[in-house]
């Protein structure tokens, strides 16, 4: 099993910058893609990026490029997520993933990845 627990949301003004981890437990023998969701209120859970195992390869959505910086530390069992120039609209629940069945590569859609974080807030003020 896989259990992943988010940390490091909070209120911040737009323009600032926050830095989001995941920690994750659990024996597994799985390399397996690991990525950033969030769900605003009254919107579905929406894609924010993706790193695969080995950290080589990542993805991020049209929203978040060039803002926001996804990592994994294998050694630490640990995925980051550093946002910075945060914006109103990244005022979420941000929600870490694993993607335990997925064998090459990474996806964007939230029902490849079957185990979830509890999720952490991030609220950024005008």
């Known amino acids: 099993q896989v259990q992943l627990v988010e940390s490091g949301g909070g209120l911040v003004q737009a323009g600032g910058s926050l830095r989001l981890s995941c920690a994750a437990s659990?024996?597994?023998?799985?390399?397996?893609?690991m990525g950033w969701f969030r769900q605003a209120p009254g919107k579905e859970r929406e894609f924010v990026a993706v790193v695969t195992w080995s950290g080589g390869s990542t993805y991020y959505a049209d929203s978040v490029k060039g803002r926001f910086t996804i990592s994994r530390d294998n050694a630490k069992n640990t995925l980051y997520l550093q946002m910075n120039s945060l914006k109103p609209e990244d005022t979420a629940v941000y929600y870490c993933?694993?993607?335990?069945?997925?064998?090459?590569?990474?996806?964007?859609?939230?029902?490849?990845?079957?185990?979830w974080g509890q999720g952490t807030q991030v609220t950024v003020s005008s």
């Open positions: 993933a694993a993607a335990t069945s997925i064998l090459s590569g990474y996806s964007t859609y939230v029902g490849e990845y079957d185990y």
């Open positions: 659990g024996r597994t023998f799985s390399r397996y893609p």
